[in-house]
């Protein structure tokens, strides 16, 4: 495989993991992390594990819908690891109808690690730069 290959699949990776978050779809998500993915929320939720994270996301969200649209998305390869930065405008819709929301702007680093040719993220931290409205406790965990 080539770095451009790489490069694109990478890139369709991260697209691939805000859909399966936006869908709330548990099978997608957990394809596409190692068993002991972490998640870390700057500056206080940290959650490990597949299981956990995709449980989470599957149950636990409070939010009727959300949107994330990634962009700047550049991958840096490292032989079969790499790091993937990439910006995030997040929306998130409270059950209380599409006039209440909570949008973040965060910065996304992903690593991600090449496991029997395929690439699957091993970590995931997201540091926000940038909020507006009501979280609904997000950070209460």
């Known amino acids: 495989m080539t770095d451009i290959e790489d490069f694109i699949r990478l890139q369709a990776l991260v697209a691939r993991f805000a859909?399966?978050?936006?869908?709330r779809d548990h099978e997608a998500l957990s394809a596409l992390l190692v068993p002991e993915v972490t998640m870390e929320l700057l500056?206080?939720?940290?959650?490990e594990g597949r299981e956990a994270l995709a449980g989470m996301l599957r149950d636990d969200l409070v939010w009727a819908?959300?949107?994330h649209?990634?962009?700047?998305?550049?991958?840096?390869?490292?032989?079969?690891?790499?790091t993937v930065h990439a910006n995030?405008?997040?929306?998130?819709?409270?059950p209380g109808g599409p006039g209440k929301h909570f949008d973040l702007?965060?910065?996304?680093?992903?690593?991600?690690?090449?496991?029997?040719?395929?690439?699957?993220?091993?970590?995931?931290?997201?540091?926000?730069v940038?909020?507006?409205?009501?979280?609904?406790?997000?950070?209460?965990?």
């Open 43 to 47: 500056p206080d939720i940290r959650i």
């Open 88 to 94: 995030v405008t997040a929306v998130h819709v409270s």
């Open 69 to 82: 649209s990634m962009a700047n998305v550049l991958p840096e390869l490292h032989g079969d690891r790499a």
């Open 130 to 141: 940038w909020t507006t409205g009501d979280d609904h406790g997000m950070h209460d965990h």
């Open 105 to 128: 702007g965060a910065r996304y680093t992903f690593t991600a690690v090449r496991e029997e040719g395929s690439w699957l993220l091993s970590r995931i931290g997201i540091e926000p």
């Open 65 to 67: 819908t959300t949107m």
């Open 19 to 23: 859909r399966a978050v936006d869908l």
